[in-house]
């Protein structure tokens, strides 16, 4: 079982997409407390404990340290990997 954080720059990213598409990424994210098993996450190269999960379009970058989840970012495939 994981615990998730959420940074400020994770929360303004999401509060201004659509409520259908933050919802799918919620409904993503509560998932990800229970495990990785069958999730679309890959670990970001050059980065240590940093992933990405895959929603549709949508990337949620994450820290994993321990059992802790940090939500870092979340927005579109085209140009998530800029603002990170």
């Known amino acids: 079982m994981f615990t998730v954080q959420w940074k400020e720059t994770a ?6 997409l659509d409520n259908s598409i ?3 990424i919620f409904k993503k994210i509560e998932e990800l407390k229970e495990g ?10 050059g980065e ?12 949620v970058i994450f ?3 321990g059992n802790l989840i940090t939500i870092l ?4 495939r085209k140009n ?4 990170f």
């Open 48 to 59: 240590k404990d940093t992933y990405r999960l895959r929603v549709g379009d949508y990337r």
């Open 22 to 24: 933050s919802s799918r």
């Open 73 to 76: 970012i979340i927005g579109h």
């Open 36 to 45: 990785f098993t069958g999730k679309d996450i890959k670990c970001l190269k």
């Open 63 to 65: 820290e994993l340290r």
């Open 11 to 16: 929360l303004k990213s999401i509060e201004k």
């Open 80 to 83: 998530i990997y800029e603002k």
